[in-house]
């Protein structure tokens, strides 16, 4: 009797913690929604390092329509990940509706079983637009009669004729006696990645977002542009890594190790501005541009002359 409770206590407290390894939470913005109206879904995991997680697409989430899904947001904090993700959905018929149950599948570190989480499910109300039935409803018109002309034989004859004729006139005086030239056709420019990732920089530059307030959209398009040359420029995985993996990955590439103090001000900036809710200044906010420019420039190999006119 004593070592089947034993047994049981063992199961119960192996079972909450593997439970407490890992939290998913779904909620959107609001309850009710017209027809056709943006239904935001917000996606959010808790879990430990040592878990990967299996992220579902959005038509896996809810069969719903999909107006947009918004990349997957990473924070670490006190050995914690994590996940976000807003998902814009939207329904066209009127009733009430229960968001379903995300399942989440996920594994272990050394671990190749999948196990998987899953949230609650939420109700919400698509409603249709008020009508006004107190308004006068107008009366459907009648059928009008229409009065379609009779053209004659000689008629269309002598209208083929002078269409004939104006289109002979055109053909002589203005298109035989023109050759269309021949236009070469342009080279192809194959840019590199270098003058890539500068022109999204410059682009991101010019819309101004941190100097109109929009410090989170500003870090996270600067980043993903990071990102993006990180995969490409050094083939690490840069997007689904935390800030924290993406410095520990630089620190084993000898070309970027030595900036690696850039980048980490610029990632930890960014994490600070999208999660903390934290407000850069704007000497911090043109520095973190900076760093980004002169990473991409110090990083670039450099290629002669006859190696870009092959």
Excluded at 287 to 309: C, G, H, I, R, Y
Aim: charge should be neutral; proline fraction near 5%; include cysteine.
């Amino acid at each position: 009797m004593l070592k089947k409770i034993v047994t049981y206590v063992f199961v119960f407290l192996l079972c909450q913690s593997l439970r407490a390894q890992i939290d998913i939470h779904v909620a959107t913005d609001k309850f009710e929604y017209a027809i056709g109206d943006y239904i935001r879904v917000e996606i959010s995991v808790s879990a430990d390092s040592t878990i990967k997680c299996l992220w579902p697409s959005a038509d896996e989430i809810a069969s719903y329509e999909i107006i947009s899904t918004q990349p997957i947001d990473t924070l670490r904090e006190n050995g914690k990940l994590t996940y976000r993700q807003e998902i814009i959905y939207s329904v066209y018929e009127a009733g009430n509706y229960y968001f379903p149950q995300v399942q989440l599948p996920y594994n272990k570190l050394r671990d190749t079983t999948i196990y998987s989480v899953v949230s609650d499910s939420l109700p919400f109300n698509v409603l249709t637009p008020d009508v006004d039935t107190t308004a006068v409803i107008k009366p459907i018109k009648g059928i009008k009669d229409v009065s379609v002309p009779r053209f004659t034989t000689l008629q269309i004859i002598i209208g083929a004729a002078v269409l004939l004729i104006i289109g002979l006139l055109i053909w002589y005086f203005f298109i035989r006696k023109k050759e269309k030239p021949i236009i070469p056709a342009k080279p192809v420019v194959q840019k590199s990645l270098r003058e890539i990732i500068m022109g999204q920089l410059n682009e991101l530059e010019a819309k101004k977002l941190w100097q109109q307030d929009q410090l989170k959209l500003y870090y996270s398009e600067l980043t993903d542009i990071l990102r993006t040359y990180l995969e490409k420029r050094f083939t690490i995985n840069a997007m689904e890594s935390t800030s924290d993996e993406i410095i520990e990955q630089i620190q084993h590439i000898p070309e970027a190790k030595q900036l690696e103090p850039d980048i980490t001000y610029v990632l930890q900036l960014a994490d600070m501005a999208k999660f903390a809710k934290s407000r850069p200044l704007a000497n911090e906010n043109v520095k973190a541009m900076d760093l980004v420019k002169q990473f991409v420039e110090q990083t670039t190999p450099v290629v002669s002359n006859t190696e870009q006119n092959k």
